[in-house]
């Protein structure tokens, strides 16, 4: 990053650095699209009320309120009040509902959005920042494969992208909260914010907490952190679970889910994926699949992916619409390919050609000119003022345009790619650059960026 | 439109419609781009005081404040307390002063981006709305050329849009101004805000404003009033204004720069452009050219593309920062394109090829040929259930998939075209749809629309 953001926590890019962030962004559509998912939008302002809808969030929501209205204190506590949205699953939630009646289910669909939270800005954790999510809701039932599917796709997305190798760090709820009921501890929400917190206040915290809050025995919390510490890259966590001596229905039922996922990741997508059993996604929705991704060599960035299954999220009366869902965390991502130089374009500007004007009279025709190449997808400026040429070449230089089309007073046509100095006849309803000089090309740097 | 928006201001669209919008952004963009300009993003964020720069505006602006922050009432007189921005060129022009030592100038940029106002929403109006901008600032001076190269852009972008015929109607401040200083009425501010309303209030109460307002004498309000309603196809508005024999100097300037654009866009772009002397663009911060723009037959939905020149907006110490740029209602021309049905895609979904599943053990192999197709850009889904093949046809059919792909036992493959019904061979690896069925295409509907 070339220079601070004026404002902590809302980062901005140089036309330049905004190149790197387009590649990522038209990457993920691409392969979205791919794999047969829509794009659709939603609106940044959601009520108050929908967003605190599942109860207590973890999340520093912004609020809106006219200038010019002079009533606007207080309408914190109206659960009409509005408020910019945090993530783009909850907002989803509310559009599938809403519009139900116009979708064919499953559905299945990408959403790119800016999102906005109120929390404390540090590396990697911005105010406002985009998400790129993808998600599959089915109505009534979501076969599990799509569980599956999702892992697949975002690990396929993410290879493609200038970044460092990835792991997949996938666990069960079901899985984490049936072993918790199996070994008597019934706050499994209590238990599983406790866990969350593993990574950053560390194992023997975790014990004191359990046993603090929740009264769990010395042996119960021992059994829960003897769960969390397992990280396997194949299907044997199934075994390690086992030994554990825990027996429970939904146990068994997260052991097969994860045991699914992770066979299949193994197959498609090798050595991209753990079974890691202490990831555990705080206090949101999900009720099945959890997922939180980490760049290996970057894993104090915190998590560029997370996610999971949600099976009670969006409901219209006793009608249910589960999900699965994964979000890249796009701004995180392409902060730390831009300060660590993973990738950059070959140059700054669209611009292939700058027409260069003989005196000002000429402007029309290099009009003309402008517009036959622009006519084949060449990127191409007029200048706006008769200089000499060395000046109008300098120009083009400055702001980083490979060519310079000369036209004379006889008609007849030249080019100069000033990266070499060389110059050479054209014809402005023909030339063509080559392929690399069409467009400004994402070069990735380093060796460990894929 | 499908259906209404839940919250009123903020419009959503079906995954279909997005797909129009896409098509709109695109172009916009790939037009933009070969103009040679540069994509850059602003945060949604400003501080009030940034926002409110340049004194009183008439845009309805969106305060933020964290929920969680019990201090948050009163903070709208802080000039550092936070809103919404309520158009992008504010944003851009505090972005170029900003980053002046990073850019090369004249820069040239586009910026597609929601922005916010908090307005009484009505047909046309939302509360949140997409904009797409384009602009060109200099350091120090921009030739006026940039005025007539940017009108022509848009000319050219607009032209490119499922939209019908539409008219840029332009006008020049120094014009207007130079003019009713060379009538005596001092107050051109004053004066423009009162023409303004022209086509609210009509030609009678503008000029009672005139006089009871701004102290005009009856011979002032006609002479304003006779300014206003010239409006000619070509350059002959020159003539007509001075008919009304009025002399000054920056007056004498606005004619030929207006002369200067309304002739280029006559060569360039013939029928596009009107010069209206009636536009004043309300308290904005234009020191020139000014433009709307209106859709032949559609005019009551106001300006759809507006801007103009303001050489006094960004500036840094001595330092100034002249810029010219116009700004396309992407949500306006989006509403009435899905309201009047100018254009609807051929299919709702990304997706050509859904890969039916023989028994579920044939997953893996059917990921295999989606992985084959998709390897050609070929967008493909695989079914999640090993439903009978007649279940797993009307799936595809019901999400609007054109074709479905079997694969038997003994591994030979086969597509089906289910809006024909035809079935025969095919091979994974080298399949091709036919050209429209590769993506969604966006079929233009009406001989209205271009």
């Not at 309408?75 to 139900?100: C, G, I």
């Not at 998400?131 to 999702?150: H, K, N, S, T």
């Not at 990835?166 to 199996?182: A, C, D, Q, T, V």
């Not at 702001?399 to 007073?409: A, K, L, Q, Y």
Request: proline content about 4%; glycine content about 8%; overall charge negative.
């Amino acid at each position: 990053m070339a220079r601070n953001a004026s404002l902590s926590g809302f980062p901005e890019w140089l036309p330049e650095e905004r190149l790197v962030e387009l590649h990522v962004l038209d990457t993920l559509r691409r392969i979205f699209e791919l794999h047969g998912f829509s794009s659709i939008e939603t609106r940044a302002v959601e009520t108050v009320g929908q967003l605190l809808r599942k109860g207590e969030i973890d999340k520093e929501v912004y609020g809106l309120s006219r200038l010019q209205d002079e009533e606007a204190a207080g309408a914190k506590s109206d659960p009409n009040a509005l408020a910019l949205h945090f993530d783009l699953t909850v907002p989803f939630a509310r559009y599938v509902v809403e519009n139900a009646g116009y979708l064919a289910f499953p559905f299945r669909r990408y959403q790119i959005q800016k999102v906005w939270r109120g929390e404390r800005p540090q590396e990697g954790r911005a105010r406002e920042f985009t998400q790129a999510d993808i998600d599959v809701v089915g109505d009534g039932e979501l076969p599990f494969r799509y569980d599956v599917e999702i892992a697949l796709v975002i690990a396929e997305a993410l290879s493609a992208l200038p970044i460092p190798d990835f792991r997949l760090r996938i666990n069960n709820r079901k899985l984490s909260e049936g072993f918790y009921r199996g070994i008597g501890l019934t706050d499994t929400a209590g238990v599983l914010r406790s866990i969350d917190k593993l990574e950053k206040i560390g194992a023997e915290k975790v014990a004191e907490l359990l046993k603090s809050e929740l009264g769990a025995t010395d042996e119960q919390a021992n059994a829960a952190l003897s769960l969390a510490s397992i990280q396997t890259t194949d299907t044997s966590f199934v075994e390690k679970v086992r030994a554990l001596g825990v027996t429970d229905d939904l146990l068994e039922e997260g052991l097969s889910e994860l045991e699914a996922v992770v066979a299949a990741a193994v197959d498609r997508a090798p050595g991209k994926v753990i079974a890691d059993l202490s990831i555990a996604r705080g206090l949101d929705y999900y009720t099945g699949t959890v997922v939180e991704t980490v760049l290996v060599g970057h894993e104090q960035l915190g998590s560029i992916c997370s996610g999971g299954r949600y099976d009670a999220l969006a409901t219209k009366g006793n009608r249910k619409f589960p999900g699965v869902g994964l979000s890249i965390g796009v701004t995180r991502l392409v902060s730390r390919i831009l300060s660590q130089e993973f990738a950059s374009p070959s140059r700054a500007v669209p611009t292939v050609v700058l027409v260069a004007l003989s005196d000002e009279d000429s402007w029309r025709s290099a009009q003309d000119v402008a517009a036959a190449l622009r006519s084949r997808g060449i990127s191409t400026e007029v200048a706006a003022k008769a200089d000499k040429f060395g000046k109008q070449i300098k120009f083009a230089d400055r702001r980083g345009i490979p060519f310079v089309w000369f036209t004379s007073e006889d008609g007849t046509h030249q080019i100069k790619d000033i990266r070499s100095g060389e110059q050479y006849d054209a014809d402005p309803t023909t030339w063509m650059p080559a392929a690399e000089d069409l467009t400004p090309q994402i070069v990735v740097k380093t060796a460990d960026a894929s």
